[in-house]
């Protein structure tokens, strides 16, 4: 009577062994599963991740932040500038203002070289002086390239466009250019007297820039010039390099609108209202490098209301030889001048 109860606890023992070990089964089957399901999860978005990134790369595109993009292509904007300007310093370096001991002549592009290229500044209305001229020093016809090949000297006259570009004042001296071909056209340049001073640096740039010469020479039109004296007083200076020739003055600015000379920009010459030393407007002359210095900062060389002034604010600062030739003093004559007033 006593064995039924110990015989119910032994098969309950027995019932209970068996339910553990399937439990185990069961959690370890379903952890399986969990591990695996997220193994696969992660190996997915493994696989996304490195299309993504392949397709960037395919596409050119980068991985790095925005603020560092912009950060490169400044970088890369400034490594552009600073080139730029480094070539633009070679180009002046080996076309401008150097001395000629270091000038290389460019073999591939021969060109002849002149003594002097002479700009007469004149504007419309002006034929008279242009034909006095003509009859009194400068040549005509062949005998004006006779004077190119064999002296060396081109001589033109210089004038701009008008302002209302091929009206009859542009067909007046289109017609007269027709006639003698002994012109200078600047066609970017408006003739008129406050543009003056632009216009002289204009021309320096177009001669420059057309002929290869030792000396550049600003003339007025109502001034004579003995050719053969002018040849002799250059060619004395052609072992010099970075000159500027004139008759040198200086004088009062004028801070009075109603004065002759007026100077707009007189209280930038200080206290003493006096111009630095400069060469007198009727005729100086500048070496190549000088007219190259012209031509290559042609941008930023501003102009004064006088191109004598003008011209003489663009060598302040640099190392240049300002030559006071007293010959070039057109208005008082001495002997042997090279030129004089009409």
Request: include cysteine; proline fraction near 3%.
């Amino acid at each position: 009577m006593h064995s039924r109860p110990s015989q119910n606890r032994l098969s309950g023992s027995a019932s209970r062994s068996r339910i553990s070990p399937l439990f185990l089964a069961l959690f370890a089957a379903m952890a399986t599963v969990y591990v695996a399901g997220r193994l696969w999860q992660d190996a997915e978005e493994r696989v996304y991740l490195i299309q993504q990134l392949d397709k960037r790369n395919g596409q050119g595109q980068s991985a790095i932040s925005v603020d560092d993009t912009l950060k490169i292509i400044t970088c890369r904007e400034q490594q552009k500038k600073l080139t730029a300007l480094e070539m633009e310093l070679a180009a002046a370096r080996q076309e401008g203002f150097i001395p000629k001991s270091l000038s290389k002549n460019d073999e591939s592009h021969p060109k002849k070289k002149f003594i002097a290229v002479i700009g007469i500044i004149t504007t419309f209305g002006r034929r008279k002086n242009r034909d006095a001229i003509r009859k009194a020093w400068m040549p005509t016809g062949s005998a004006l390239k006779k004077l190119a090949d064999k002296k060396g000297f081109i001589v033109r006259f210089v004038i701009g466009r008008s302002s209302n570009r091929g009206d009859s004042l542009d067909r007046e001296i289109d017609n007269e250019n027709r006639q003698t071909n002994d012109f200078i056209f600047l066609d970017n340049q408006v003739e008129a007297h406050e543009e003056h001073p632009k216009k002289i640096k204009s021309f320096f740039v177009h001669a420059v820039e057309n002929w290869d010469a030792e000396f550049y020479v600003k003339v007025n039109d109502d001034v004579f010039v003995n050719i053969d004296s002018l040849g002799a007083m250059l060619t004395s200076h052609l072992d010099k390099s970075r000159l500027y020739i004139g008759c040198m003055k200086s004088g009062e600015v004028f801070s009075e609108p109603t004065q002759k000379w007026y100077e707009p920009d007189w209280w930038k010459f200080g206290d003493a209202k006096s111009y630095f030393r400069h060469a007198s407007g009727e005729i100086y002359a500048v070496s190549r490098a000088l007219a190259q210095y012209i031509s290559i900062n042609r941008a930023i060389l501003r102009t004064y209301a006088h191109d004598d002034v003008s011209a003489g604010s663009w060598f302040i600062g640099l190392d240049v030889k300002h030559v006071d030739e007293r010959k070039f003093c057109c208005s008082s004559w001495s002997p042997g001048a090279i030129c004089a007033n009409a």
